[in-house]
């Protein structure tokens, strides 16, 4: 191989299988070679595919990034180059790496605690001359392979096994935004059921339109997934149609974004009929520009019948048309579900009892503070978007005024599009609300920014000109001091009326309801002031 090599000014490379017989041999240029179209069937985690690389160099260089990166995807069992002494042809030192097996993940920590860094996926064995090589290669494939069925399988008693998920920024303006909102994104994955298993940020001064993020970088992704188990690349924005062709050409790995995420967490918690109709509605507009035609022929079959003219439809728009049929019956359905609830609204507007409706950021806590008010026990969990299907409940205030509480939907910034048109009529019931009481999660360090981003949307919805208090929660493993320099934000920067509570505190909620009565008090028939109902 040196020889010829040499001769050639070529590198010149052979994959072998374990038995010896050289499976294929690839003839490059003087600074790389290309390895063979393995398909994209991906082997399993626990093992390797049973081909080691050997290939020259001519330069006298070291092991390549790209001979790492053809190690990594194509899960070889080693990759060894034979540098080539141009003087005489001879081969000079024969240099060797395999993949190392990664620590398994349980919920976003390894097997001992710590982190895994993700520069850390090979070894390097001992460079050697062709006449010295003593490794026993049988023995050290048995004994990686044996280490990764051990990694790929080991978790921790009473401990879940999901999908294993790595999630991806791109940060073109500020960075403490961007991580922060890949924070919020790993809280949406542990929602939608993913163990996250690492999470990076790429930096880019113009993001990449094709695939977001760099060949290289995607390079090192599609390694990390494949050391780590993952089966789930999310991204933290929304990808157009193409770029996630793009992504899906040059990896087998599941791709879904933000918003797709998003969709994936309200299908699994809607439970009303109008909630999964609404879910199902996003889903399908979310879906039908995604359609696309694609590398499997069953996009291209035509579906004209026997006697119609010209080839008929393709399979492609017979989906689409589906999707949109399908798009327009959901709108009706949606829509008459939604004349229904304006007619209950205009009912309860009948009775002159005031509506307050509970907004604010997903997890903020608002349906927990439903259940304490009311003594109601809707369904309320430590997670985003635990709520979906607007509840409504009777309350009894100071003043001995009666009044309905709604809990809500929770927002989020960047909000999909779809979501926010398929829920409006259910947003709707928050446009006939006499008071909005904006819960905010007090101990959260981005409390500030989802105030801004809760306004945001309500100012889109048109909601902004009713009255609001804003309810600062969790005030109980909130850091008094934050509670206080938020107030003082509130109360100074935006003219808010603000009060500090804890959900699950009633005698914190004393002050919430006197403020809530004393808004309500030309409501009340008599302005006598009766005991508190509940609290």
Same mark, same amino acid.
């Given at each position: ?182 924070? %919020? @994104? ?5 929602? =939608?059921?993913?163990? +996250?298993? *690492?999470?990076? &940020?790429?930096? #880019?001064? $113009? ?30 924005? %929304? @990808? ?5 062709? =793009?992504?899906?050409? +040059?990896? *087998?790995?599941? &791709?879904?974004? #933000?918003? $797709? ?31 696309? @035609? ?242």
């Amino acid at each position: 191989m040196a020889e010829i090599s040499n001769e050639t000014g070529r590198q010149i490379g052979v994959l072998i299988d374990r038995k010896g017989h050289i499976e294929y041999v690839m003839v490059g240029d003087a600074k790389r070679i290309e390895m063979p179209d393995f398909g994209r069937v991906r082997v399993g985690l626990e093992r390797f595919r049973g081909l080691r690389c050997v290939h020259t160099h001519l330069a006298g260089e070291p092991l390549t990034q790209d001979d790492l990166t053809d190690l990594a995807l194509l899960r070889l069992d080693l990759m060894s180059v034979i540098q080539v002494d141009r003087r005489n042809g001879l081969p000079g030192q024969i240099l060797s790496a395999h993949i190392l097996p990664g620590k398994r993940r349980a919920n976003g920590q390894t097997e001992d605690g710590t982190d895994v860094a993700p520069s850390v996926s090979f070894a390097f064995l001992e460079p050697a001359t062709a006449h010295r090589l003593e490794i026993d290669f049988e023995d050290l494939i048995r004994s990686l392979e044996a280490e990764m069925a051990r990694v790929s399988g080991s978790v921790r008693p009473g401990v879940k096994l999901r999908e294993r998920a790595i999630l991806v920024g791109v940060a073109d303006d500020l960075a403490g935004d961007a991580e922060d909102s890949l924070v %919020e @994104l790993a809280e949406l994955a542990d929602s =939608a059921g993913l163990d +996250v298993a *690492d999470a990076i &940020i790429q930096r #880019r001064r $113009q993001i990449d339109p094709k695939t977001l993020i760099g060949r290289g970088k995607l390079d090192e992704l599609l390694i990390r997934s494949m050391q780590l188990g993952a089966d789930i690349l999310v991204f933290d924005r %929304e @990808l157009t149609p193409a770029q996630v062709r =793009a992504l899906s050409e +040059v990896t *087998d790995l599941k &791709i879904l974004d #933000r918003p $797709q995420l998003i969709l994936d967490i309200f299908a699994q918690r809607a439970q009303s009929r109008e909630g999964k109709l609404q879910v199902e509605l996003a889903q399908l507009k979310y879906m039908l520009p995604r359609l696309i @035609l694609g590398q499997n022929s069953a996009f291209s079959r035509l579906a004209g019948g026997i006697g119609g003219r010209g080839p008929g439809e393709t399979k492609l728009e017979t989906d689409r048309r589906r999707v949109r049929d399908r798009i327009v019956y959901l709108e009706k359905q949606v829509s008459d579900l939604g004349r229904q609830r304006s007619e209950r609204r205009k009912r309860r507007a009948n009775r002159s009892v005031p509506i307050i409706s509970l907004v604010g950021y997903t997890n903020a806590g608002k349906s927990t503070l439903l259940n304490t008010l009311t003594q109601s026990s809707v369904y309320s969990e430590q997670k985003m978007f635990a709520t979906l299907d607007p509840t409504s409940r009777r309350l009894r205030l100071p003043y001995d005024q009666e009044v309905v509480i709604n809990d809500t939907v929770g927002f989020i910034r960047d909000l999909p599009e779809t979501l926010v048109a398929a829920f409006r009529a259910t947003l709707e019931e928050i446009s006939q609300s006499d008071l909005l009481v904006h819960l905010v999660d007090a101990s959260n360090p981005q409390a500030l920014n989802q105030v801004a981003s809760v306004e945001r949307i309500l100012a889109d919805l048109g909601l902004d000109s009713i009255p609001q208090i804003i309810a600062l929660n969790k005030t109980d493993i909130a850091d008094p001091q934050t509670v206080a320099a938020l107030r003082r934000t509130l109360e100074l920067d935006r003219k808010a009326d603000s009060v500090a509570i804890s959900a699950i505190d009633k005698r914190s909620l004393v002050a919430l309801a006197e403020r809530i009565g004393t808004k309500f008090m030309h409501f009340s028939p008599n302005g006598s002031e009766a005991a508190y109902n509940h609290l």
